[in-house]
């Protein structure tokens, strides 16, 4: 395997192992700040049973996030030596700023997970709430940074070198605002899925029972709000692309000649040979108006840039595809949900949905995947989109298909334990009758700890 | 304004220093659970963990501030010891992802025995081999033997400038400094008199292997780190410094001959916070010797000075947030308590 290539698998695999986890930190959270909360006002302990056990499964997906991403942190110079060394004053402010809310969201994390006993019930509500709060601004920080590669902004080039750095222009590029927006709906999206999905199919095989309605109660609102406004988010991602981006856009459209009134393109298989899209469903005007909202706008095609500048066109289509049709299931799941919630409480009876729910908890997740390699695959051959390619940013180190197969190993086999764990948790989630006898001498233990706190 | 970049490498010595007595305890509680031994090896384990469970995820964020603040502020330098220490950083990162994944898998096994027991032995060895590879790096870094060419490229064979006997001194130093501290932190907070005296008895003995590998350290570093032999021994302010770190070094030992447990936590957090700014100073003004200078490698003012910014207000926020972690997982008052039983136990 050729060094480039190692280097990028390497760098691409550490970066769709760590943004499962990284979206999960983020997302969790909310969850079991809602579940005490409610806990907190109802006195019910089945909420706070939620909190906790969602706690349970959280810290071990944080611990494996919290190193995924110190390895990131590493391998940003240990495979982009060259990149990191014009890059790092650049993104220096989103990074140092990252570091600061990761931090916050470790030392909170640690109290929420440890400190149900150590600290009263208000503050230990508030470390969640500071987890919460702290994670998502990690997540945008370091979106931020990756929005830089995409609109690099803040710099003057002379003579190859990144000069007069401007580092708050640097942070606030052009892309930054679309690009976080899209991605932190996208991990309350695809966690609020998964875990509706997980619990959906808990209750397909004990129905009516109170743990798992609930979850899905808390689960299911955020899932539907999320996957409603995604759609709007990613069309504002999608103006800031075709603007900032014009290559990546014609990539993900499969769009090869430069024209007026684009078709938007359904399904396809973009062929780089012979430059065209074939097996597409075109909508006539459609691109042009999605891109600059006007039915006769001109887009960009492909051919009116150099050969060498383009992404692998049918990666890009494909994984666009995938996402965008990820997307609309989505919502059209979330949108029956709530139809379904209004019409009385058949929600938790209706199998054919609870079935739906399971089939669509891994699809978050997915599309977070397949958005990942548009934004990534989409950027290149630039890792600074048009100012450094990524063959001059790699490391001279030779052998990088040694690094490569360890970490992928490595990651494989924290894959099937987080898993295999996640697994026993979830099917250690207590039964109907268990759940009678937590809130049978409910008043008589809630005093108890009422008195200690 | 060149004061910048001198007040950012002062902050990235001290969140070394910082990394060092948090997170470097915490390696060294992995050790103590590998090298648990006797009749109360249980106890043992279930007392570091328990020490260790709420806070090294924390503890463990000095390190990737270090990392973001070498980056963003001296992106030369991160670039050049990336590339020529890629080796040992590898192996450094597969031991901190194995380390971290595998305390959180036997914390939260949900009753897979198997997988906690395995999970555990993991942790353990990767606790060891994680600070003696950041050891190792910072050995190298002090050589002088990573260098870079006319054209600014790294002159590497990406072996030679770590696999050399004074960075693994440097390395094992790493190792024994982070076992010391953890035991000596334990004397503090483990339960009951018969783990104290375990890990007191721990922490002597760590103590005398320090004064060994920091020895062997320095006689190699005559031939091998003559900057740094020279920056501890030459310099005018280097003898009053020697001197202090030794007398701290004694008080430890002193404070846990005679079971001052939390004398002896103050002493040894001193002592090795000491260590590690007689080497900064030792080191000064380099970065990496003898290319990489403070001042001529880092980044545009424009620059440093929004990190600057970042740094202050951030630390508004992390400081207090810190200190209360430790508040409440690190409590004065049972010490305390137990410190008067023994006391009262005491003839």
């Known amino acids: 395997m050729e060094d480039l290539l190692a280097a990028r698998s390497q760098m691409a695999m550490s970066l769709a192992f760590h943004i499962v986890f990284a979206v999960v930190g983020m997302a969790m959270p909310l969850l079991m700040v809602i579940a005490e909360a409610r806990w907190l006002r109802s006195g019910d302990p089945i909420y706070r049973e939620l909190a906790r056990r969602w706690a349970r499964g959280t810290a071990i997906i944080f611990a494996v996030g919290a190193v995924s991403g110190t390895v990131l942190s590493f391998e940003l110079g240990l495979l982009w030596p060259t990149f990191m060394e014009h890059a790092g004053p650049l993104v220096g402010m989103p990074f140092s700023l990252e570091g600061f809310a990761f931090f916050l969201e470790a030392i909170f994390l640690g109290i929420y997970l440890y400190g149900w006993d150590r600290v009263g019930r208000r503050a230990h509500l508030l470390a969640g709430v500071m987890v919460l709060i702290s994670g998502t601004a990690s997540g945008v920080f370091v979106v931020t940074a990756n929005a830089w590669m995409n609109a690099p902004a803040g710099f003057d080039l002379v003579d190859g070198a990144f000069v007069n750095v401007r580092p708050w222009e640097a942070m606030f590029n052009p892309m930054w605002a679309t690009q976080c927006g899209h991605m932190v709906i996208a991990a309350f999206q695809s966690v609020a899925f998964a875990v509706a999905g997980i619990h959906a199919a808990m209750l397909l095989r004990e129905g009516g029972n109170a743990f798992h309605k609930r979850a899905i109660a808390i689960a299911l609102p955020i899932a539907a709000i999320a996957a409603l406004a995604q759609p709007l988010m990613g069309d504002l991602l999608a103006k800031a692309t075709a603007k900032n981006q014009p290559v990546k856009l014609a990539a993900m459209e499969g769009q090869f000649e430069t024209e007026q009134g684009a078709p938007l393109r359904i399904f396809g298989l973009p062929d780089e040979e012979r430059e065209q899209t074939p097996w597409a469903i075109e909508i006539p005007g459609a691109l042009s108006f999605l891109a600059y909202g006007d039915f006769d706008a001109e887009v960009r095609g492909l051919k009116a840039f150099p050969r060498d500048e383009w992404p692998p066109v049918a990666i890009v289509h494909i994984a666009f595809q995938i996402m965008v049709a990820l997307g609309l299931w989505m919502m059209a799941v979330g949108v029956f949900g709530v139809g379904m919630s209004w019409r009385g409480r058949r929600l938790y009876t209706a199998r054919w949905y609870l079935w739906v729910l399971v089939l669509t908890a891994p699809m978050g997740m997915l599309a977070v995947e397949a958005g990942w390699v548009v934004t990534e695959v989409g950027r290149q051959p630039w890792v600074i989109q048009g100012y450094l390619r990524t063959a001059d940013a790699v490391t001279p180190m030779p052998h990088l298909v040694v690094p490569f197969l360890v970490f992928t190993l490595l990651y494989l086999v924290l894959s099937v334990i987080v898993v295999y764990l996640l697994w026993r948790h979830v099917f250690q989630s207590p039964t109907s009758r268990e759940l009678e006898a937590l809130q049978a001498p409910e008043s008589a233990a809630d005093d108890l700890s009422e008195s200690t706190d | ?347």
């Open chain 2, 1 to 347: 304004m060149p004061e910048l970049a001198m007040i950012i490498a002062a902050i990235i010595v001290l969140a070394l220093i910082v990394y060092l007595l948090t997170g470097g305890a915490d390696f060294g509680g992995g050790i103590w659970y590998l090298f648990a031994t006797g009749e109360r090896k249980e106890a043992q384990r279930r007392a570091l963990t328990q020490a260790i469970a709420p806070i090294w995820e924390a503890n463990h964020v000095w390190l990737i501030l270090v990392i973001v603040l070498l980056f963003v502020c001296f992106p030369s330098v991160f670039a050049a010891m990336m590339t020529a220490l890629h080796i040992p950083l590898v192996i450094m990162l597969v031991g901190i992802v194995l380390r971290g994944s595998a305390f959180a898998f036997q914390s939260y096994s949900a009753g897979a025995q198997g997988l906690e027991r395995s999970s555990a032995r993991v942790f353990a060895i990767a606790s060891v081999s994680s600070p003696l590879l950041l050891g190792v790096c910072v050995g190298a870094i002090a050589t002088g033997e990573i260098r870079v060419l006319e054209n600014g490229v790294v002159d590497t064979n990406f072996v030679s400038e770590w696999l050399s006997p004074f960075p693994f001194a440097i390395g094992a130093l790493t190792l024994v400094l982070c076992a010391f501290l953890a035991a000596v932190y334990m004397t503090v907070e483990a339960p009951g008199e018969a783990l104290k005296e375990d890990f007191r008895r721990r922490a002597l003995w760590s103590a005398l292997a320090t004064g060994v590998c920091a020895f062997v350290a320095g006689l190699l570093a005559i031939r091998d780190a003559p900057l740094i032999w020279e920056g501890l021994t030459g310099a005018g302010w280097s003898l009053l410094f020697q001197l202090i770190t030794g007398l701290a070094a004694l008080l430890a030992i002193g404070a846990l001959w005679t079971r001052r447990y939390r004398l002896a936590r103050v002493a040894a957090g001193a002592q090795v916070a000491l260590i590690m700014m007689g080497w900064a100073l030792a080191q000064f003004p380099y970065l990496i010797y003898p290319d990489f200078r403070i001042l001529e490698s880092a980044a545009e003012p424009a620059v440093l000075r929004p990190v600057l910014i970042a740094l202050a207000a951030g630390s508004v926020l992390l400081v207090p947030s810190f200190l209360y972690l430790y508040a409440i997982f690190k409590p004065r008052e049972a010490p305390e308590l137990a410190g008067d039983e023994e006391r009262v136990n005491e003839p």
